[in-house]
């Protein structure tokens, strides 16, 4: 089991751009794919990005995930934010190297981090 914490959420105005972090500690994150997700109110979940061993796959455009196995990370970069954007974004991890956009597929959870794009 790996833990995982979000952080670098914050009130961004429309057109900027926000990275944030995917903290694991208890294991090595680079053995695991890890997708992001993220939940506005109101709405359910839905994927936005995941990064598996050898590849990625993103629901969204103008999202990007990279890992920094140094620091035992994963980030997700996002581009020329909309209000749309406005949810609790989460990281996910599971053992397969295949990244998956399903939510089942993954075992462990962040809390989720605040990300509000606001004028």
């Known amino acids: 089991q790996v833990q995982l914490v979000e952080s670098g959420g914050a009130l961004v105005q429309p057109g900027e751009s926000l990275t944030l972090a995917c903290a694991a500690s208890?294991?090595?994150?680079?053995?695991?794919?890890v997708g992001w997700f993220r939940q506005a109110p109101g709405k359910a979940r839905e994927a936005i990005i995941c990064?598996?061993?050898f590849s990625a796959t993103a629901a969204k455009g103008r999202f990007f995930s990279s890992r920094n196995i140094a620091k035992n990370t994963v980030s997700l970069q996002m581009n020329n934010l909309e209000s749309e954007d406005t949810a609790v974004y989460y990281c996910?991890?599971?053992?397969?190297?295949?990244?998956?956009?399903?939510?089942?597929?993954?075992?462990?959870w962040g809390q989720g981090t605040q990300v509000t794009v606001s004028s």
């Open positions: 996910a991890a599971q053992r397969n190297p295949a990244c998956s956009l399903q939510e089942t597929a993954y075992d462990d």
């Open positions: 208890g294991a090595a994150l680079d053995r695991y794919s």
């Open positions: 990064i598996g061993k």
